[in-house]
């Protein structure tokens, strides 16, 4: 520490005399430097001071800068959770409509093709009844004609037949016996075909309404599969997203910490500081008031 070397005022000079002066000098430049000693601060160290506060205002600025960062950051990173949030939803949205369109064309397929059956089925029938209506017109016919030359072959030999009329009544009642049976036969044999056709179209029926429930049944597994998946796909990006944040939110409780320790260890220094500028000027204040009362109550 340098030695300053008092002036004395004339004044004061005058009032106490050179002795005093030349005994009190020594005692108030010891006592100052008591002072000094006790409450000052070597320059080294004030140096290594303003060194540090000039690295605390660096690191403050380092501070500001990673909080600009870290706050770009986080946006940067919102606005991309964002966007393949959008994105996840947008391709989700359109395999979905496109599962239902597949799902829609299907259906109509099969029913177009179960319509087209039916049809086919209807046709075949109407031929079938067409072609059965033919034949009954045409027996209808021939027995007409063969009732026609009968009849006119019996109006032609009725005077020949009135003595065979007996016989020839028990000859028709047996043909009659027989065409009715004949017909009877053909009655029963196509209510038979008429049944196995009803049974075929039961069978029909029965085996498209288990294709039916078959393919409704795999749809709704296809939709419960679906509605799982998108399940999953929610729960994960949940996942991501709360993972984000807690790692947001641990960085950011660190940096936090770690600003308000800087400013505590910032404030005591400072706090230190004032406290060592305060006492020295109030021992300067005190020595000069001191000098001001001796030179003010001496003769």
């Known amino acids: 520490m340098e030695t300053l070397t008092v002036t004395v005022p004339p004044a004061v000079r005058r009032a106490l005399g050179d002795e005093a002066i030349a005994e009190f000098i ?27 506060l000039d690295g605390l205002e660096k690191e403050v600025t380092l501070i500001r ?21 959008q994105e996840g939803l947008a391709t989700t949205r359109q395999e979905f409509r496109e599962d239902l369109s597949a799902f829609r064309r299907e259906v109509s397929e099969q029913l177009d093709r179960v319509h087209q059956r039916i049809d086919e089925m209807n046709a075949r029938l109407d031929e079938m009844n067409a072609r059965w209506d033919a034949r009954l017109d045409e027996m209808n016919a021939r027995w007409e004609a063969r009732l026609g030359e ?3 072959r019996l109006d032609g030999m009725n ?25 009877d036969e053909m ?12 049974a075929r179209l039961d069978e029909m029926n029965a085996r498209w309404e288990a294709r039916l429930d078959e393919m409704n049944a795999r749809w709704e597994a296809r939709l419960d599969e679906m509605d799982a998946r998108w399940g999953a796909r929610m729960d ?19 940096q ?29 204040g005190t020595v000069i008031s001191v000098l001001l009362a001796i030179a003010q109550f001496t003769p």
Request: proline content about 1%; hydrophobic content about 40%; charged content about 35%.
């Open 26 to 52: 020594p005692w108030m430049e010891d006592h100052f430097r008591q002072i000094l000693r006790r409450e000052g601060v070597p320059r080294d160290e004030y140096r290594t001071l303003l060194s540090r």
């Open 150 to 152: 009968m009849n006119a």
């Open 187 to 198: 009655n029963a044999r196509w209510d038979a075909r008429l049944g196995e056709m009803n």
């Open 256 to 284: 936090m910490d770690e600003i308000h320790a800087r400013l505590d260890r910032m404030y005591y220094q400072m706090i230190v500081q004032t406290r060592w500028i305060i006492g020295a000027l109030l021992g300067i």
């Open 159 to 183: 005077a020949r037949w009135d003595a065979r009329l007996g016989e020839m009544n028990a000859r028709l009642d047996g043909m009659n016996a027989r065409w009715e049976a004949r017909l």
């Open 65 to 85: 800068e990673d909080l600009t960062t870290t706050r770009r950051e986080f946006r940067e990173d919102q606005a991309l959770m964002r966007k393949e949030f």
């Open 236 to 254: 994960k990006m949940d996942a991501r997203w709360g993972a984000q944040m807690d790692k947001m939110d641990a960085r950011w409780g660190a």
